[in-house]
């Protein structure tokens, strides 16, 4: 028996890498298997996973619903700090390892397991993000990460490996790529994608319309902010759960969200990810309109440098960090003052805004910044101020053509 383990808690979804390795632990390590599948929202697949979690020698199955958690404490949190990954990526798959991490380790407690398990690559992000979370939750917890471990170097050897414990492989040549879904978004990557000057193939995308074939009509929406989190649609109050699945639906149907960008993952290679985010797509657009009202120049222009930072920090699996977490301090204080809404345009892919207001900490001044006669701002007050700004660039224009530039 290696290390001693005798259970472990695995990060479960039912596709051919977790099922393989289900049976891999079972027999390398001669422990029991709890199969623990988090429902972030990636649908019908969640209770297909436990019943073939059992079928193949799990000794127990266990779903657990955390939608509410991961929209509410993780995907929220992400739009209020405004975070992209260089410039692109609205971290989907970023944002759901963490919240999937504190499930397995709860389990892992609950059931007393010696080790949490996943099938993460050595080659990708994934196995950081969830192993750093766990070791902040539980610093002692054991992690098996079989992609590591084993001898298996491809597909072929994987599906080898199931014919031989009679388990279903759940692929087809119509899917040559892998897929990875939750409420936030859909990501494809791997097979077919992995040439960059590739197009996706036909058919691939399942959340959003091809933006070809959206409605020829457009589509007004109008989303609300408090504190800087989404609360409306429409003017009608929504929990998050079901305002991000809305928002999905509106979204997708006009082809809102898609991205096909070349990354620079945590480990040290690019690599291809497309992407499809229809609902995130148009919060990110409203809150920064409801906030080019609400927030001061200054505050904005440092919130800006810091949401990269920010962003690197969930890419890289430093949610529970004590970095990440000062700095989403400084964004929520932020957000006290972003209440309002933004009213959209949706049309074949493309999210514009057409309108924003604020209900409080309002800082657009239409008396001041009117081009008609005002009694606010005094124009002769520039003449100073540019001369001012400009004594750097004289000065050193001057002392450029003294030197016979």
Known sequence: MKRGIKKVVLAYSGGLDTSIILRWIIEEYEAEVVAYTADVGQGAEVEEAHEKALSTGAVEAITEDLKEEFVEDFVFPAVRSSALYEGYYLMGTSLARPVISKGLVRVALETGADAIAHGSTGKGNDQVRFELSAYALKPDIKVIAPWREWDMQGRADLEAYAKRYDIPVPTSPAMPYSMD??????????????????????????????????????????????????????????????????????????????????????????????????????????????????????????????SNRYAEMVYNGFWYSPEREALQAFMDDVQTRVNGEARLRLYKGQVVVEGRRSTSHDLYDEATVTFEADEVYDQSDADGFIRLQSLRLRTFAETRMGEGE
């Open 181 to 306: 879904a939750n409420l936030l978004h859909i990501s494809y990557e791997g097979g077919v994608l992995e040439d960059p000057w590739a197009t996706p193939p036909p058919g691939m995308f399942r959340m959003t319309t091809d933006p070809e074939y959206a409605p020829d009509l457009s589509e007004v929406i109008t989303v609300g902010f408090r504190s800087g989190n989404p609360v409306s649609v429409n003017g009608v109050e929504m929990a998050p759960v079901e305002l991000l699945t809305l928002l999905n639906e509106i979204g997708g149907r006009h082809g809102v969200g898609r991205v096909d960008i070349v990354e620079n993952r945590f480990v040290g290679m690019k690599s291809r990810g497309v992407y499809e985010t229809p609902g995130g797509t148009i919060l990110y657009h409203a809150h920064r309109a409801v906030e080019s009202l609400t927030l001061d120049r200054e505050v904005t222009h440092l919130r800006d440098e810091l």
